[in-house]
């Protein structure tokens, strides 16, 4: 029987989807509703964590009470929406989704980014063909990527994806937790959420371009299979 082909879960928020920019201002928007003080690109790469009240947390100096968090997040998700039509695939990724395809490789999407929202988002960019599962969050926000992890790679054992030849790519610490609670490996990527210092924290290879992380994502695979 041949070994399971490389496979990559891509993150989309901030990875394949550049949406910082709108992150940041409706970010901001909604804390100017709230009474907080607006923040800056290198504050929010630097304080950002999840699950996505730990944030808040490092901002107010104190844990959000359920009514306040309940009330920032709607307010956020509301002010990001309105920014989303602006927002554009991260420089480079149709040629690097098609080439990953074209070899004969599996990808997906893992997103915290709402399901119902996510799918048509995707197929709107015309790139749904080239992945053998979408899969956005089907909860209330403000948790981690490490359960939906495990129940996308399971979903996809049906395709001969196994955790041993997979690899996450995203831009955040949870996604290399989440990685790592499903036997994936993982390669951070700094274009989104997180400071090349933040993403460090998590032990696995940190790159600076998506074409360096397809690449060293392919050399993670094919090692972890032959082990």
């Known amino acids: 029987m041949p070994p399971p082909r490389p496979h990559i879960v891509w993150d989309w928020n901030g990875t394949l989807f550049h949406d910082l920019d709108a992150t940041i201002?409706?970010?901001?928007?909604?804390?100017?509703?709230?009474?907080?003080?607006?923040?800056?690109?290198?504050?929010?790469?630097?304080?950002?964590?999840?699950?996505?009240?730990?944030?808040y947390e490092?901002?107010?100096?104190?844990?959000?009470?359920?009514?306040?968090?309940?009330?920032?997040?709607g307010l956020f998700h509301h002010h990001y929406k309105a920014h989303l039509s602006a927002c554009d695939l991260t420089e480079g990724v149709?040629?690097?989704?098609?080439?990953?395809?074209?070899?004969?490789?599996?990808?997906?999407?893992?997103?915290?980014?709402?399901?119902d929202e996510l799918v048509p988002l995707v197929?709107?960019?015309?790139?749904?063909?080239?992945?053998?599962?979408?899969?956005?969050?089907?909860?209330?926000?403000?948790?981690?990527?490490?359960?939906?992890?495990?129940?996308?790679?399971?979903?996809?054992?049906?395709?001969?994806?196994?955790?041993?030849?997979?690899?996450?790519?995203?831009?955040?610490?949870?996604?290399?937790?989440?990685?790592?609670?499903?036997g994936a490996g993982a390669v951070l990527y700094t274009g989104g959420s997180h400071s090349r210092a933040g993403l460090e924290e998590a032990g696995v290879p940190v790159v600076d371009s998506l074409t360096e992380a397809v690449s060293l994502a392919e050399r993670l695979a094919v090692g972890r299979a032959a082990s």
């Open 25 to 55: 201002r409706a970010t901001n928007t909604a804390f100017a509703e709230v009474g907080l003080e607006p923040i800056t690109l290198e504050q929010y790469r630097a304080l950002y964590r999840v699950p996505v009240p730990r944030f």
């Open 58 to 73: 490092r901002l107010m100096g104190r844990t959000p009470t359920q009514g306040e968090w309940e009330v920032m997040d």
């Open 94 to 115: 149709r040629e690097l989704l098609h080439g990953w395809h074209s070899a004969g490789r599996s990808q997906s999407i893992l997103s915290m980014h709402g399901h």
């Open 123 to 182: 197929h709107g960019f015309g790139i749904a063909p080239h992945f053998l599962r979408i899969d956005g969050r089907d909860g209330p926000s403000g948790g981690t990527k490490a359960e939906h992890m495990v129940r996308h790679l399971a979903a996809l054992e049906v395709h001969g994806v196994r955790p041993s030849t997979t690899v996450v790519i995203g831009d955040a610490l949870d996604d290399a937790l989440a990685a790592r609670s499903a």
